[in-house]
């Protein structure tokens, strides 16, 4: 069957174009079936026949189980292996792959699992940094903090002068901690930066858990 279905195809010599096509991204420049013409090859899921072939190096064959069914033969992956397509590239199920250089993924049953290859840190503000900000740096992948730190001279001759700073303070604080008596009057401390200059600064406020009992009257 497949000599009749070559000799009815394909023709001798080869008539191409002077331009190859341009082919989307992960698609490949191939041989037709006839290995007359370059072609892009088909893609995972993209319909094929024995003239527009699959990509063949992404473990691709033209599946004509559905074109009994009137849909026509799609291109799949041989013996029904898994697989996902990212970006218009196939991967194999089980391999591990990089779409960027801050995400790290892995094919798996048919769908992908990424994890971010940038750390998640935060920096919270401080006396010396009190506007932190996470940019992009020309060159590096992963962005970096930086500070917008205003100059203590203006900082100083601001205070001095009135009780509000020049810039708006973004108030930040701990939870106040346990008292520190378990009866009668003890303390609780915090860090906070709720104070006239923005700085942080531990603070204290008195607490009392619960009054303590009487002591014993004193024996003679």
């Not at 009994?68 to 590239?89: D, I, L, Q, W, Y």
């Amino acid at each position: 069957l497949l000599p009749q279905v070559c000799a009815q195809l394909c023709r001798r010599p080869c008539y191409c174009p002077w331009v190859p096509p341009r082919c989307p991204h992960g698609s490949p420049l191939v041989l037709d079936g006839c290995g007359c013409c370059k072609i892009c090859a088909r893609r995972l899921g993209e319909p094929c026949d024995f003239l527009h072939v699959c990509d063949q190096s992404q473990g691709l064959i033209c599946d004509y189980s559905t074109a009994p069914m009137g849909t026509g033969a799609t291109c799949n992956f041989e013996k029904s292996e898994e697989g996902c397509e990212v970006n218009g590239r196939v991967y194999r199920d089980g391999e591990v792959f990089q779409p960027s250089c801050k995400l790290q993924c892995r094919c798996l049953d048919g769908g992908f699992t990424c994890v971010p290859l940038c750390q998640e840190d935060v920096r919270l503000p401080t006396s010396d940094c009190p506007y932190p900000r996470r940019v992009e740096v020309p060159g590096k992948c992963c962005p970096e903090w930086i500070c917008e730190a205003w100059d203590q001279h203006v900082l100083r001759d601001a205070a001095a002068v009135s009780p509000l700073l020049p810039y708006p303070c973004q108030e930040w604080g701990t939870e106040w901690s346990a008292c520190s008596a378990t009866c009668g009057v003890g303390f609780s401390t915090r860090v906070s930066n709720q104070n006239r200059y923005c700085r942080l600064e531990t603070q204290r406020r008195l607490c009392m858990a619960r009054p303590c009992p009487a002591l014993p009257a004193a024996f003679p």
